[in-house]
C-alpha cells in the first residue's frame, strides 16, 4: 500500500528566499508522484509529476521536485519565494501506472507561508 | 469553459437531514470523483466513475451514494447527515489517460450540527 509523509505542516519563508517543501513516500511497485497546490479558498491544481521519466521534475511557476528513490523522497523547491506562493502544498502518490482505479493517495499538506 | 463547477459553496445540516452536492464539468472528461477534506487531513476518495453509468467505492464510502447518468454531472447524496460528515468536498475529474491531472472544483463546505 502506498503512502506519503509531509514531514512539516508548515513552513514560513521570505519573500525572495528559497522554498523547500519536503515529502517522503512508500509504495510497493514503481510509484507516480505528484504535488498540488492549492489556494485559499479554491481547488487543488496540479503542480508537476514524476512518472519514471526524468528524476528532475519541473513545475509551473518555477516549481521543481527531484526524485530520489534511494532516499524515498519527492522533495518541493522554489529558488526564491514570491507571496502568491503563499498556499497548501499537497505531495502525492500513486502506483504507475495509473489504472482504471489506481488511487491517489494525498498527503496531509504543508502550508507555506510568505512574509514580505 | 468553466471546467469543474459544484453547488452549494456552504450548506448547514442538522443531522438526519439529506441533501445532494452537485458536480458539473464541461471538459468532457470521462472520469470523474468525489474527495472530502477533513482539517489537518489530506484528500479522501469517497467514489468515482469512469463513465456514466458506471461508478465504484472508494476509500470512504459509507454514508454517501452517488450516481452519474451523463458526462457532465456527478452528484454525491448524503442520506442522512452525521456530525463525522462535516468536511470539505471537492469535486474533480479527469481524461482516462491523464488520471494523475484532475482538475478541481472550488468545494462544497458541509456543517453537519
Known amino acids: 500500500a502506498q503512502s506519503v509523509t509531509q514531514l512539516d505542516s508548515h513552513v514560513s519563508v521570505s519573500e525572495g528566499t528559497p522554498v523547500l517543501l519536503r515529502c517522503n513516500y512508500s509504495?510497493?511497485?514503481?510509484?507516480?508522484l505528484f504535488w498540488y497546490v492549492q489556494h485559499p479558498n479554491k481547488g487543488l491544481q496540479l503542480l508537476l509529476k514524476?512518472?519514471?521519466?526524468?528524476?528532475l521534475v519541473k513545475g509551473i511557476n518555477g516549481f521543481e521536485a527531484e526524485f530520489k528513490k534511494s532516499e524515498t523522497s519527492f522533495h518541493l523547491t522554489k529558488p526564491s519565494a514570491h507571496m502568491s506562493d503563499a498556499a497548501e502544498y499537497f505531495c502525492v502518490v500513486s502506483d504507475y501506472p495509473l489504472g482504471g482505479n489506481t488511487p491517489l493517495v494525498f498527503g496531509k499538506g504543508t502550508r507555506l507561508s510568505v512574509i514580505a | 469553459n468553466a471546467g469543474v463547477t459544484q453547488t452549494p459553496k456552504f450548506r448547514i445540516l442538522k443531522i438526519g437531514q439529506s441533501m445532494t452536492l452537485q458536480c458539473t464539468q464541461d471538459?468532457?472528461?470521462?472520469?470523474m470523483y468525489w474527495y472530502r477534506q477533513d482539517p489537518g487531513m489530506g484528500l479522501k476518495l469517497i467514489y468515482y466513475s469512469v463513465g456514466a453509468g458506471i461508478t465504484d467505492k472508494g476509500e470512504v464510502p459509507n454514508g454517501y451514494n452517488v450516481s452519474r447518468s451523463t458526462t457532465e454531472d456527478f452528484p454525491l447524496r448524503l442520506e442522512l447527515a452525521a456530525p463525522s460528515q462535516t468536511s470539505v468536498y471537492f469535486c474533480?475529474?479527469?481524461?482516462?489517460?491523464?488520471?494523475?491531472?484532475?482538475?478541481f472544483g472550488p468545494g462544497t463546505r458541509l456543517l453537519v450540527l
Open positions: 474533480a475529474s479527469s481524461w482516462p489517460s491523464l488520471r494523475e491531472t484532475q482538475y
Open positions: 509504495s510497493s511497485y514503481s510509484p507516480s
Open positions: 471538459m468532457n472528461h470521462n472520469y
Open positions: 514524476y512518472t519514471s521519466a526524468a528524476t
